[in-house]
């Protein structure tokens, strides 16, 4: 059992939504208080006080029962049913080892699917994603998933377009430079507070409340375009524009032509920074397809007066104007477009590089966008090199059950989908990010093992045939760094791993013990000298850039260090624009692709070589009688499904059931009152919610947050998880992207007695088997 040690001062952590003291009492979390410096805390993190040691918590490592009677691959329909019996760690090491053996030698790495999706710790030594990959790789490596469930689609389109995503997200314009220099702020998708509670690595200062307000009282104008007015923080009294859900490039094209049509938009800017803009202009136009994208096009398709897409584009023209898209946007049908749409759009306008004007990739879709930030290298848990090649989209995990051998196109690539017999998932919980879980639960069982590390029975812990119980951060000591905040704190072990939890390094060390790995997988390193070690190589690498963190025994003494602001604001491309043959983007052109070759020549009928519009397979422009179109964003009380059984999360229910939001319009043509339990449903399933009515969302729309553990009854969800009736496909057959926001469903009154929640409960357990 690891020893509980702290210093002569309170007790630190720090976790994505947020940095604590931790007030201990006999060796039990009593509270969590909010960091001093953050001035506006998130209320996520308190919900884990009260669970880390209830009825939720694994304890023991833990076998499916049929799994362990039967051997690998049998009675895996009984997954998320079965129940567990409980082994030793001595056991479960050599039963995963044994395990692991077997199929490498029947079938190879290249059947080890290695999901771990997700955020798991904030740690930066105890990762879990890592700390499995590095234990996999040193035995022959995994497939592996590439890109992410929040922005697929832009992770693949934008780098055709515009250059990298990821860096370019990184250098967003900053907050200050919106206040300072933009006169108006248009919201594809909105700015929503509630996404930017968390961060990737841990938060110490959430700053994006601050950047609104300091942008509104500094005069900024805000436009939100979203279903929801909720989108966008009531305070700076913005204009609401409420297109159709998923017809977002619609009107962009329209923004785009009507700038062209009255010649609003920035000639010499497209001539210098831009390449293809005569083939976008060709199509804007209809001269490619018969089809002018004029305002009154898009009228029809986006449920919009033209005038009010006309008066936009006007207006966008003649101000200093920062475009801000949401990564939400990227998970519709064809989300791809809207990212290349809004950067045509930018492009058009002329302000692209230009101080608080341009574009701007998801503010608030985590708390580091629009942060003034150093952005320093700091040092990770070496992960080592992967032996296996192979990887799929990160949304098509169905897919690859259900169609070994099949194939599949992919950014210019014709792929096939592996033969998967194990599934390894640490850091993450697939029953919450992925789409159509009824389709996933039918397809899970054609891998033979599937292997879990969780510290609490969520769905994902219940469909396992292995359950490897881990530590929470609260449970061991780790380090908070991360270069998207400015504070880097010390996470002080607060109590004793419950039950029998180890943390992960400490459950892959031991299965490496069995396979003849341990020395190569710690490198004769103890967790404490890994994190020294990390911490040492981050202070060299950060002095590189000239910033100075205090020594060990100062940072551990104190409990938190700050980072230095940057010495300029950053600007987006402001170096691409102040010299475009100095600093070309990483195009083949060397600038702003609106019309790719590349691209166009993978010969996709479903994604062009520039910005186009698709009509979406799921949406109100082609709805029955009777269907609404559905929204499943981000949570206010948790990040993604982390903590949805804390008390944070649990206290909005309505008897015991998610809220979902309606219009007031919807619930009466339904006969449906606030507070009702509805059953939301369609041909993929069903689930149960409880109905709260505002004339804050667009009429036909309804707005649920994803999360909710996955509670499965014949096909519904019984506690409102909206991946239970989500569109499993992809955005296209460039990106493969998730396309959970082009959803239909219909809404009923639930009849009959509520089923019991069972979501929060263990599974049995069978004690002396």
């Keep these: 059992m690891t020893k509980v040690t702290h210093r002569d001062r309170d007790i630190f952590t720090t976790a994505h939504w947020g940095t604590y003291r931790v007030d201990v009492q006999d060796g039990r979390v009593i509270a969590l208080r909010d960091f001093e410096h953050d001035p506006d805390p998130s209320p996520i993190g308190h919900g884990i006080v009260g669970v880390l040691d209830g009825p939720t918590r694994i304890t023991r490592p833990m076998v499916r029962k049929g799994w362990l009677e039967h051997g690998p691959g049998a009675t895996s329909e009984r997954r998320g049913e079965d129940a567990f019996i409980p082994v030793t760690w001595d056991r479960i090491n050599d039963i995963v080892a044994q395990e692991l053996r077997r199929i490498r030698e029947q079938h190879g790495n290249g059947a080890i699917f290695a999901g771990s999706y997700g955020w798991a710790s904030a740690g930066r030594f105890h990762h879990a994603q890592g700390q499995l990959k590095r234990f996999l790789n040193l035995n022959g490596g995994f497939v592996r998933s ?191 477009m809207a990212y290349w749409a809004a950067i045509s759009l930018a492009a058009m306008l002329g302000q692209i590089g230009l101080p608080g004007t341009g574009i701007g990739f998801g503010y608030s879709a985590e708390n580091f966008i629009g942060a ?110 991360t270069p998207r905040d400015t504070y880097q704190v010390v996470m002080d072990q607060a109590i004793a791993p419950v039950g029998e939890a180890k943390s992960d390094h400490d459950i892959f060390r031991g299965i490496a013990a069995r396979l003849g790995c341990e020395e190569a997988f710690t490198e004769g390193r103890t967790p404490d000298d890994w994190q020294r070690h990390l911490y040492d190589v981050t202070r060299q690498q950060v002095a590189a850039s000239g910033i100075a963190l205090p020594g060990w025994e100062e940072f551990q003494s104190k409990g938190w260090a700050e980072l230095p602001p940057p010495e300029t604001e950053p600007v987006l491309l402001s170096a691409f624009r102040a010299d ?4 070309p983007l990483d195009t083949p052109s060397g600038r702003i692709e609106l019309f790719s070759e590349t691209v166009a020549g993978f010969g996709y009928d479903d994604a062009p070589g520039h910005a186009a519009w698709t009509a979406p397979v799921e949406w109100l422009g082609s709805a029955r009688p009777g269907e609404l179109h559905m929204i499943s964003n981000q949570p206010r009380t948790k990040l993604h499904s982390q903590l949805d059984h804390g008390s944070v999360s649990q206290s909005d229910r309505i008897r015991g059931r998610v809220p979902l939001t309606m219009h007031p319009t919807d619930a009466a043509a339904r ?77 009923e009154a639930h009849t009959g007695p509520l089923p019991e929640v069972t979501a929060y409960a263990p599974p049995e357990i069978l004690e002396n088997t």
């Design 580 to 583: 475009p043959e100095a600093h």
């Design 146 to 336: 590439v890109n992410s469930y929040s922005y697929a689609a832009a992770e693949v389109t934008v780098p055709h377009v515009i250059g990298d995503f990821t860096q370019l997200v990184q250098d967003t314009t900053s907050w200050a430079s919106v206040a300072q220099n933009a006169e108006l702020f248009v919201a594809f998708g909105g700015v929503p507070l509630k996404n930017g509670q968390i961060n990737q690595g841990g938060t110490g200062r959430h700053v994006q409340r601050a950047g609104l307000r300091a942008a509104h009282a500094n005069g900024v104008q805000f436009v939100n375009v979203s279903p929801l007015k909720s989108d966008l923080l009531e305070e700076t009294g913005a204009d609401w524009i409420a297109p159709r859900p998923s017809s977002d490039t619609a009107l962009m094209l329209a923004l785009c032509h009507t700038l062209l049509a009255e010649n609003l938009h920035d000639r010499a800017f497209l001539d210098r920074y831009c390449h293809g803009f005569d083939r976008f202009a060709a199509y804007l136009t209809g001269e490619t397809d018969g089809q002018a994208k004029t305002a009154d096009w898009a009228a029809d398709l986006c449920d919009l007066p033209a005038d009010t897409i006309r008066a936009l584009a006007r207006r966008m023209a003649g101000q200093r104007t920062m475009i801000s898209i949401a990564w939400a946007l990227t998970r519709q049908d064809h989300g791809e």
């Design 671 to 747: 006969d449906l009152s606030e507070g009702d339990i509805v059953r939301v449903f369609n041909d993929r399933g069903a689930f149960l919610a409880g109905l709260c009515l505002s004339e804050t969302l667009r009429p036909g729309v309804i707005q649920i947050a994803t999360g909710a553990w996955f509670d499965p009854l014949d096909g519904q969800c019984r506690v409102g998880n909206p991946n239970a009736v989500t569109r499993d496909a992809g955005t296209s057959r460039l990106a493969q992207g998730p396309t959970a926001h082009s959803c239909l469903v219909r809404v």
């Design 372 to 481: 003034s930030l150093s952005w320093p290298r700091m040092a990770a848990f070496p992960q080592g090199r992967n032996p296996v090649a192979d990887f799929i989209p990160v949304a098509r995990i169905s897919d690859m059950l259900e169609n070994p051998g099949g194939a599949y196109d992919f950014n210019g690539q014709r792929r096939t989908y592996p033969d998967i017999r194990m599934i390894w998932w640490a850091g993450g919980n697939p029953f919450h990010h992925h789409q159509d879980l009824n389709r996933f639960r039918r397809a899970l069982p054609q891998c033979e093992t599937f292997i879990v590390n969780e510290w609490c029975w969520n769905a994902t812990a219940k469909h396992a045939d292995i359950v490897l119980p881990c530590t929470t951060t609260l449970e061991r000591r780790d380090l908070g760094l």
